[in-house]
């Protein structure tokens, strides 16, 4: 009988394994920051696009997240897309009304089988709201892309932009 047992057990647990949801989404390390904070972003990429490499990586900066500073990875080439602000931001007495809206590494190749990360980092406005707050992620591939750009459904969404959720105070994210 317990060898019954444990047999069942044992073929559960495989079930159970086998039947899981693959939870292989674009996330974000640190899932809580303080409004008014600084913040450093670590998006990390699980796979490339079905068995292909990722080449790019593009994630969109949205309004209410200022100075934003990417970090360089070495293999990758690195740019950043700038723009103006919707809205002035405060930085410590100066007005800021233009910055990145979009960084992108290219060049680089991130096999299927691998993962990596990709850092940078900047401000939340001091008039945001308490709530998730997105960064839309696309991975470009040779032949396709992977749009993490989601913004509602959170991990029930098929393709959830990285979310960080803000709180009050710059309680977290430094």
Same mark, same amino acid.
């Given at each position: 009988?317990?060898?019954?047992?444990?047999?069942?057990?044992? $073929?559960?647990?495989?079930?159970?394994?086998?039947?899981?949801?693959?939870?292989?989404?674009?996330?974000?390390?640190?899932?809580?920051?303080? &409004?008014?904070?600084?913040?450093?972003?670590?998006?990390? &990429?699980?796979?490339?696009?079905?068995? #292909? $490499?990722?080449? *790019?990586?593009? &994630?969109?900066?949205? @309004?209410?997240?200022?100075?934003?500073? =990417?970090?360089?990875?070495?293999?990758?080439?690195?740019?950043?897309?700038?723009?103006?602000?919707?809205?002035?931001?405060?930085?410590?007495? *100066?007005?800021?009304?233009?910055?990145?809206? @979009?960084?992108?590494?290219?060049?680089?190749?991130?096999?299927?089988?691998?993962?990596?990360?990709?850092?940078?980092?900047? *401000?939340? $406005?001091?008039?945001?709201?308490?709530?998730?707050?997105?960064?839309?992620? &696309?991975? #470009?591939?040779?032949?396709?892309? #992977?749009?993490?750009? @989601?913004?509602?459904?959170?991990?029930?969404? @098929?393709? =959830?932009?990285?979310?960080?959720?803000?709180?009050?105070?710059?309680?977290?994210?430094?």
């Amino acid at each position: 009988m317990i060898h019954i047992l444990a047999r069942a057990a044992a $073929a559960a647990a495989t079930l159970a394994v086998l039947c899981a949801p693959a939870f292989a989404h674009v996330t974000l390390e640190v899932q809580e920051a303080g &409004i008014g904070s600084t913040y450093k972003a670590v998006v990390r &990429i699980p796979h490339g696009c079905g068995s #292909e $490499a990722t080449n *790019t990586v593009r &994630i969109q900066i949205p @309004e209410g997240f200022f100075n934003v500073k =990417p970090m360089p990875k070495p293999g990758w080439d690195l740019k950043t897309v700038t723009g103006p602000y919707e809205h002035s931001y405060d930085d410590f007495g *100066t007005p800021v009304t233009e910055g990145v809206k @979009e960084i992108v590494w290219s060049g680089g190749n991130l096999p299927n089988e691998w993962y990596d990360e990709f850092v940078f980092r900047g *401000t939340f $406005a001091t008039s945001l709201k308490p709530g998730p707050f997105y960064f839309p992620t &696309i991975q #470009e591939c040779a032949n396709g892309e #992977e749009a993490w750009i @989601e913004l509602k459904g959170g991990e029930d969404a @098929e393709k =959830p932009a990285p979310m960080v959720k803000l709180v009050p105070g710059g309680a977290a994210g430094d």
